[in-house]
């Protein structure tokens, strides 16, 4: 059971004397008292700022609103906010509004890879679905600031009907992520209906939930909730925990009865600059969370979304940090870096490289401590070419619901079966010259 602090119980006294302690729990209670100027900020934390920045401050929240929970304002540290990671990334800052050249408002291209209202189709297999704008709180590093913060909207049945169709009609959409917003501040009977209309597409084999609720609004895991999820395997959640501060016995409690449930957990970190870009910090959130049976899954690098330059790291940053946990713990509880690449161009993993030379039949690689080995490659290995004449293969290809797919990108290129030898941008120069030069001549 969730132990209250101090701090909580000061709280919630100023926001209501008249109610009890137990409102508390009542996730409702908290969006209903959700922290959304900078008066109830300094009259709830006792933090003052000056006149001048409050006025800064303002300007701020005029472009990216705020709004904090309760639960997430009871754990600032009061006595250093300036450094506190609570307050960083729940509270304004000036600097969110100097804006730079190589800033944008859609900077992963959601809005362009988007066939149909609500729908993000990216990868070939897998769909990304926004279910919701609203949010418990609203984190200043949002990636989402165009959608989330400026107003909040939860699509109604026939919006979210126009993306279940474009999934019914789409066979190789195995994979349903829902994300928003967070579909958790949906009511549980919407949540519902929209996980049991893609449960009947008999295409789509798992759906994933990416949600901040367990962070910031912990109380939204209602045993209702959790009930109603557990008929829905095969069933996914991704959370986004960013610092071990944020794992606090209300979060574990949280984390406890979705992965009592059956459902696997994992994490989805940014790296954010004076947050938890030291490794010694990421370690100890690797190490609480899969002690909580969330395993990290993605350190992201901050995206060039609109004021968020002070934010961000260089991208060496987050290889020390990689490196610092690589053979320092168990694999397990190492994260995957990604940049997700501007344009649309999807994740992009940077991680350390442990190759140091490659020879015709042997490799010689570095480990975590420096040392370095050689791994001696097979004389006698014959490859297994693959030109799709699947009935005269020495593999065993019965797959039952197996299927097949295009080769696109690199893997194009590995294939024997086509005869793609590069892969060249449509608006290359050098091709266009040649077109130019053959003057309509093959």
Not at 261 to 289: E, F, T, W, Y
């Amino acid at each position: 059971m969730a132990i209250f602090t101090a701090n909580q119980q000061r709280i919630a006294n100023k926001i209501d004397s008249s109610s009890e302690l137990s409102n508390w729990r009542d996730w409702k209670w908290h969006l209903k008292h959700s922290i959304k100027t900078i008066d109830k900020f300094e009259e709830l934390t006792g933090i003052k700022f000056s006149a001048d920045e409050k006025k800064q401050l303002e300007e701020t929240k005029g472009k990216f609103p705020l709004s904090i929970t309760p639960y997430y304002l009871s754990l600032i540290k009061k006595e250093n906010f300036r450094n506190d990671p609570i307050y960083k990334q729940s509270f304004l800052d000036n600097r969110e509004l100097k804006v730079t050249a190589y800033e944008m408002g859609d900077p992963l291209s959601e809005d362009t890879d988007s066939p149909v209202p609500g729908i993000t189709h990216r990868y070939p297999d897998r769909v990304l679905f926004h279910v919701s704008n609203v949010c418990a709180m609203y984190c200043r590093h949002c990636t989402r600031k165009r959608k989330v913060g400026d107003k909040d909207f939860v699509p109604g049945k026939s919006q979210i009907e126009i993306g279940l169709d474009y999934i019914r009609k789409t066979p190789q959409v195995r994979d349903v992520l829902l994300s928003g917003g967070d579909p958790f501040l949906l009511s549980d009977d919407y949540l519902d209906w929209i996980l049991t209309e893609l449960e009947k597409i008999e295409h789509v084999q798992v759906v994933r939930i990416g949600t901040r609720t367990p962070v910031v609004l912990p109380y939204r895991i209602t045993e209702n909730l959790v009930n109603m999820l557990k008929k829905h395997h095969p069933l996914w959640i991704n959370t986004h925990f960013n610092h071990p501060r944020e794992i606090t016995s209300s979060s574990k409690e949280a984390l406890r009865k979705l992965a009592d449930a059956g459902i696997p957990l994992g994490n989805q970190s940014v790296l954010l600059a004076d947050v938890n870009d030291c490794p010694r910090i990421m370690k100890d959130l690797v190490h609480k969370l899969v002690a909580n049976r969330v395993r990290p899954y993605y350190l992201y690098q901050c995206d060039l979304s609109e004021g968020l330059s002070h934010f961000r790291t260089p991208v060496g940053k987050g290889i020390e940090i990689i490196e610092s946990l690589i053979g320092h713990t168990s694999g397990f509880a190492v994260p995957t870096y990604v940049i997700d690449a501007p344009g649309g161009g999807g994740k992009i993993p940077v991680m350390p490289n442990y190759i140091i030379s490659w020879s015709t039949n042997r490799v010689i690689l570095r480990n975590y401590e420096g040392v370095i080995t050689s791994y001696k490659e097979p004389d006698n290995y014959s490859p297994t070419t693959c030109n799709r004449d699947c009935e005269n293969c020495n593999l065993e290809l019965d797959l039952q619901e197996g299927y097949e797919e295009n080769a696109i990108g690199i893997e194009k290129l590995l294939s024997d079966y086509d005869e793609a030898i590069s892969l060249v941008p449509s608006d290359n120069e050098r091709i266009q010259r040649r077109g130019d030069n053959n003057n309509g001549q093959e």
